[in-house]
C-alpha cells in the first residue's frame, strides 16, 4: 500500500466523487479509478459505494480513512523530523490534553522551551483519555494529559500537582442544587451527561440514566444550561463564579483528581521532544 495511493484515497473520500477528486489531483478519471479498484483488491473489501450523485464510504472505507490521516501525518512529521540540521534544536512538539489546570504546567514548560529554541513549535489539541491513548498508541503525538491511572506496561508518565475534584455541574433550578455536597446515590434515575472516559460510576446499573457522554466539557456545560441533565465533571474547568446558568457541586469526600503527563515507552523522541521532556523532568 503506497502512501500516493492513500493520499489518492482520501481526496476521493473529502470530495465524494471520482471526477472531483481527480480534478483536485490533476489525474484523469481512469487512471484514479484504476487506483482505487487496485486498493480494494490489494485490501480484499470495498472501500466505497459508488452512487449517481456521490460516492459514500463503506464501513471499512471509514476505518481507512482514519487509518491513512493517522498514516499520512506520521509520514509528514517523520519527513520534517529527518530534514532539520543536526546542528539545530528545532521542530514540532504534538500534545493531546484533557481540559484541565493541570494544562498550565505543560504551557509554563512549553514557554520555557521556547524561550531557549524558538524555532520549536507546539500543537496542542484537546481530548479526554481515550483520545489521548489512541493518538499515543498512533503515534500522532508525543505526549498527552490523562487524568487516570494509564498502563505502565505500555506507557511512561509523570504525576503532576492537582488540585481538581470531581463533582456534578448542574443548572441553578436543579432539584440538587441546594445541596453543599452529593453521593453518587442522589444521583440515582438522574438523567447524567458524563464523559466518555469514565463511564464506570458506581452507580446500580437498574438506577443509571445516562442520557449523553462528551468529550470536551464546555459541549457539556451547553446542554447543562438547556436542561438536558447533570454534567459529571471537574471542578476548575468551566467558570461557574456570577453564572445564573450553572453551579457546581462536588462530591462528598472528594479526593483530589490525579493527573499524568504520559507518553509511550520506547518512544524515540526527536530533538524537539526531547527537550520538552527534560525541561519537564
Given at each position: 500500500?503506497?502512501?500516493r ?20 489531483l490533476?489525474?484523469?478519471q ?11 483488491y ?16 463503506t ?99 509523570i ?14 433550578s ?20 458524563i ?21 470536551l466539557?464546555y ?47 520506547y ?9 520538552f ?5
Amino acid at each position: 500500500m503506497e502512501l500516493r495511493v492513500l493520499e489518492y484515497f482520501l481526496a476521493v473520500a473529502r470530495e465524494e466523487s471520482i471526477s472531483g477528486a481527480a480534478k483536485a489531483l490533476h489525474l484523469s478519471q481512469p487512471t484514479l479509478s484504476r487506483q482505487l479498484k487496485d486498493l480494494e483488491y490489494e485490501l480484499g473489501k470495498p472501500l466505497m459505494i459508488r452512487g449517481t450523485r456521490k460516492i459514500t464510504l463503506t464501513e471499512e472505507g471509514i476505518l481507512l480513512r482514519k487509518r491513512a490521516t493517522e498514516i499520512l501525518a506520521l509520514a509528514d512529521r517523520t519527513v520534517e523530523d529527518i530534514k532539520i540540521s543536526s546542528d539545530s534544536i528545532a521542530g514540532d512538539i504534538y500534545i493531546c490534553t484533557g481540559e484541565s489546570e493541570c494544562f498550565r504546567l505543560i504551557a509554563k514548560v512549553a514557554k520555557n522551551v521556547n524561550a531557549t529554541y524558538p524555532d520549536i513549535h507546539f500543537h496542542i489539541s484537546s481530548g479526554d483519555n481515550l483520545d489521548v491513548l489512541e493518538q499515543l498508541d498512533n503515534g500522532t503525538i508525543d505526549f498527552g494529559l490523562v487524568f487516570s491511572d494509564y498502563d505502565h506496561h505500555k506507557y511512561n508518565g509523570i504525576e503532576i500537582p492537582s488540585s481538581q475534584t470531581w463533582g456534578v455541574l448542574m443548572h441553578p433550578s436543579s432539584p440538587l442544587a441546594s445541596k453543599k455536597s452529593l453521593t453518587l446515590k442522589d444521583l440515582w434515575d438522574q438523567p447524567l451527561i458524563i464523559s466518555r472516559s469514565h463511564q464506570q460510576l458506581g452507580i446500580p446499573v437498574e438506577h443509571t440514566n445516562i442520557v449523553a457522554t462528551y468529550s470536551l466539557l464546555y459541549n457539556a456545560s451547553l446542554l447543562v444550561e438547556e436542561g438536558l441533565g447533570y454534567a459529571i465533571c471537574f471542578d476548575q474547568i468551566v467558570n461557574t463564579t456570577g453564572n445564573d446558568h450553572l453551579i457546581f457541586v462536588p462530591f462528598k469526600d472528594s479526593e483530589v483528581a490525579p493527573a499524568y503527563i504520559v507518553w509511550k515507552k520506547y518512544q524515540v523522541f526527536s530533538k524537539a521532544a526531547n527537550c520538552f521532556l527534560n525541561e519537564l523532568l
